[in-house]
Every structure is written in structure tokens, then in C-alpha cells.
């Protein structure tokens, strides 16, 4: 019997100034029990942190966590831990979220933000 069907969805892309930050893939949709990765590349913004975010609709972005490639720790949000959620980075500039044993309260849109010092202020969708 197939599990419940969860879709989570990634803001596309973010123009500030010259910086865009940019995510994939924009939908996943998954059984229950699965894991799902979500990119996020900070455009020209290197060297800092990416912050994860969760918005159900109607509702608030809720801090999931944040990770920074220099010190290799996550740093969670109230309510969100590992090994449920996790990132890692492939560059400076490319982080991951990682999703594990999917279930269906985590269906929602995640997006990144980083902070762009150039522009002074925090980039995202």
C-alpha cells in the first residue's frame, strides 16, 4: 500500500541587486518514509551562511536551521533537529537541505536566505 503523498515545494529565485539565489528542484513530491534534498546556490554571495526556512501556507516561516561550510554544524530552529533535518554544501555557494523519513506534516515551501553584506540585507525568495 503506498504511504501518503507529501509535496514540498522550493521558492524558485531571488533577485537583490546583482546577487540571485537560486533553488531546486521547485516541487518534490514523495511517499511517507522518504528522503528528499533541496539545493540552493547563493548566487555570488560566498562565505556565508545558508538559513533554512518552512512555510505552511497560511502560517509564518518557521527558522528550520542554518549552515555555514566553514564550521560544518547545523544550527537548529525550536521544534527542528537532526537526523530529521540536516544540510551540508557542495561549494561556498551551494548548500543542501536534507529531509529524512519524510512524513506528512512536513509538507510545505522551503526556501533559503542568506545574508548579502554588498547589499546589506538578507536575501532570499
Not at 39 to 67: I, M, S
Not at 93 to 101: A, E, G, P, V
Request: glycine residues 8%; charged residues 15%.
Amino acid at each position: 500500500m503506498l504511504g501518503t503523498l507529501c509535496t514540498l515545494i522550493t521558492a524558485l529565485t531571488c533577485v537583490s541587486g546583482v546577487t540571485v539565489v537560486t533553488q531546486k528542484p521547485p516541487v518534490v513530491t514523495l511517499r511517507k518514509g522518504e528522503m528528499v534534498t533541496m539545493d540552493c546556490n547563493l548566487g555570488t554571495v560566498t562565505n556565508r551562511e545558508a538559513c533554512w526556512y518552512k512555510q505552511v501556507p497560511g502560517g509564518v516561516p518557521q527558522y528550520v536551521l542554518r549552515f555555514y561550510h566553514g564550521y560544518s554544524v547545523n544550527y537548529y530552529g525550536s521544534g527542528f533537529s537532526s537526523p530529521k533535518f540536516t544540510s551540508n554544501h557542495q561549494s561556498k555557494s551551494d548548500y543542501r537541505l536534507i529531509i529524512n523519513n519524510v512524513e506528512e506534516t512536513d509538507s510545505a515551501v522551503y526556501y533559503c536566505s542568506t545574508w548579502d553584506s554588498s547589499a546589506e540585507e538578507w536575501v532570499s525568495q
